[in-house]
């Protein structure tokens, strides 16, 4: 539950709240302060209706919009609520007529803050909205946008970013009219007659000879900061923005143990995740090295984390000698070392931080000596059966 809490609001005490914290102010009834585990902050308006309908509503975020701004806004809504109003229900009859750059607006910059996505999340639905949506179909009423016009945003998308990235764009409209739907804003999702197309799994990782070669080109690399980040994902399998976005304070080192928060996994569940005294060296090694920050990999100015690793992972690529490989594919490589050296689907799956055996299955790839290994001594024992039935 959130932490609920009282006064006038003010531009301190917006400052000053907690992620997931309530703040309800004392001037105007039915105005306050939502904050998310995120830490993102929006006003918000609570009321009950004279025909006792209750209503709640985002009147806008902070610091994009000021105190004063919101309780201006506040009083006018309680005011029509006073008067026999319903500024929720008036509100999704003026949405109902939005167009489809609209919702896309507020998919991105309201919805996906709020539910914490990822910032590359959001920023790659934006791109391909931009590119091949809006364009065209931007200015259509949501209500009015079929089937048909999703198809021909979906074929334009193939043509011009190939298969996955039309993928990728169709679950973003289907999600954003999800929302419409919940919003009472259209009763229907035209994305459910779109078929998707057809995608080759992808199962890239790094062989046993490939793994040395990366290493060693790590650790002659100019940038250690970047080179200690690419070691983290492979020792841990942890995604690019658990490792990025990782701070000190989810580490206890002495016992080996790597805590991440809700708010920075995938799956938005409380991940633990047991260290080999290998990776504890190399972090215990990183921790007393670099000025004090309390992220892993600090960006510039030390207040945020480091956002990306591209141009140094294109750099060690190349120093390895190892061909094209996604940095994604590290966790791959995780995943297939451990199944390859004994451990099952639930101790991968666990590592990794996957709630479904189905999509462990997907990374924990076997190598090609111990695939082949297995089928020998299957071979080898289906042959002597039969020397034995023979004799």
């Known amino acids: 539950m959130p932490i609920r809490t009282a006064g006038r609001l003010t531009k301190t005490l917006v400052d000053r709240a907690e992620p997931g914290s309530r703040t309800w102010d004392s001037e105007v009834p039915g105005f306050g302060l939502r904050v998310t585990a995120a830490g993102t902050k929006s006003f918000i308006f609570q009321f009950r209706s004279r025909t006792n309908e209750q209503g709640r509503m985002v009147i806008g975020r902070y610091p994009s919009m000021t105190v004063e701004q919101a309780r201006k806004a506040a ?174 304070v989810q580490f206890d080192l002495d016992v080996g143990l790597w805590i991440k928060p809700s708010h920075h996994t995938k799956t938005k569940i409380l991940h633990r995740l047991h260290l080999a005294p290998a990776t504890v060296m190399l972090l215990q090694s990183m921790r007393g090295e670099g000025p004090p920050s309390k992220f892993l990999f600090p960006g510039r100015d030390g207040l945020k984390p480091r956002c990306d690793l591209k141009r140094p992972w ?40 996957q709630t479904q055996a189905s999509t462990t299955q997907r990374y924990a790839q076997l190598f090609e000596d111990v695939q082949r290994a297995g089928v020998s001594r299957a071979v080898e024992r289906m042959s002597s059966m039969g020397t034995k039935s023979a004799a």
């Open 75 to 248: 009083r006018e809504h309680r005011v029509a609520v006073d008067q026999g109003g319903n500024p929720s229900r008036e509100r999704q009859g003026a949405r109902s007529a939005a167009t489809l750059r609209d919702l896309a607006t507020y998919y991105c910059d309201v919805y996906g803050l709020d539910k914490g996505l990822q910032e590359q999340t959001i920023k790659d639905a934006r791109s391909l909205l931009n590119r091949f949506a809006l364009p065209k179909f931007g200015v259509r009423k949501i209500a009015e946008l079929k089937p048909g016009d999703i198809r021909a945003i979906h074929n334009e998308a193939r043509k011009g970013a190939g298969r996955y990235q039309a993928n990728r764009l169709r679950a973003v409209l289907s999600r954003m009219f999800t929302l419409a739907i919940q919003n009472e804003w259209r009763t229907d999702n035209p994305c459910r007659g779109v078929e998707r197309f057809p995608e080759d799994q992808r199962w890239d990782y790094l062989s046993e000879q490939q793994v040395p070669a990366l290493l060693r080109a790590c650790d002659l690399h100019h940038d250690q900061h970047a080179a200690n980040a690419v070691r983290l994902l492979l020792f841990t399998g942890a995604r690019l923005r658990e490792v990025l976005k990782a701070e000190w």
């Open 314 to 353: 294109a750099q060690l690529l190349k120093a390895a000698d190892i061909g094209h490989h996604r940095r994604h594919d590290l966790r791959r490589t995780t995943a297939s070392f451990m199944i390859s050296t004994g451990s099952d689907l639930m101790t991968v799956g666990k590592a990794l931080g």
